[in-house]
């Protein structure tokens, strides 16, 4: 099993260009996540998705958006995007709510730096 | 105030040594908490879960204190594989996790 995999692993975009994040899961998982990491920061939780066909705002979701189309996939968009959204991305997923002891398994990242 | 709160560190260690972090939280209605282990330009990965009765797995001990709003790991007899960044994840409720900053630890021979 590959777990999570991150498409791609580094990018280089200009403002105002757009892109999509791709991440896949091959564990069956309902629950998929889209995180932002920045230095002296923790985690947060731009979107995520309790399922096939759902999705979700989390704490930083402006200037994104988000698709489930299918179970094991989960895309990230940035329409516009801005010097501000550059950061580290990571993808994650789970098969229960974290609140009841399930683990996050996390994606290896995508480096995104907007100029 | 910050929801979680950790103490950035770096903590410098000799191997063997015994090491402790504590991370602070602000919301009592807390249910769940977790530590995970991040290295260096890598991603998160599960390390223990907290529970009301404490964790212990083999160096690795993980306490909660509710009444003082606090969870812990201890880590003894520390290896050098030990070094990278822990971070503190509190659960409110459901799928609202919410991630400390993270405790930078470095162990040297």
């Known amino acids: 099993n590959a777990g999570v995999t991150q498409t791609p692993k580094f990018r280089v975009l200009k403002t105002g260009q757009s892109m999509t994040l791709l991440c896949a899961q091959d564990?069956?998982?309902?629950?998929m996540y889209w995180y932002r990491q920045d230095p002296g920061m923790g985690l947060r939780l731009i979107h995520y998705?309790?399922?096939?066909?759902?999705?979700a705002k989390g704490e930083v979701p402006d200037g994104y958006n988000v698709s489930r189309l299918k179970k094991q996939n989960f895309l990230l968009g940035l329409e516009s995007a801005a010097p501000s959204q550059t950061s580290v991305y990571f993808c994650a997923s789970s098969p229960g709510l974290a609140g009841d002891f399930y683990e996050q398994y996390f994606g290896p990242g995508t480096r995104l730096t907007v100029t | 105030r910050k929801e979680v709160e950790q103490d950035p560190g770096p903590f410098n260690v000799p191997e063997g040594a015994t090491v402790a972090f504590n991370c602070t939280y602000s919301n009592s209605a807390s249910q769940s908490f977790f530590w995970y282990r991040q290295d260096c330009r890598k991603e998160p990965k599960l390390l223990m879960s907290v529970y009301s009765s404490g964790n212990e797995d083999g160096r690795f001990t993980a306490q909660l204190n509710r009444a003082s709003q606090y969870i812990s790991l201890l880590i003894r007899d520390s290896k050098l594989s030990d070094s990278a960044t822990y971070l503190c994840v509190v659960i409110l409720y459901g799928n609202k996790l919410v991630f400390g900053a993270g405790t930078i630890l470095r162990v040297k021979s």
């Open positions: 998705s309790v399922g096939e066909g759902t999705t």
């Open positions: 564990m069956n998982h309902e629950y």
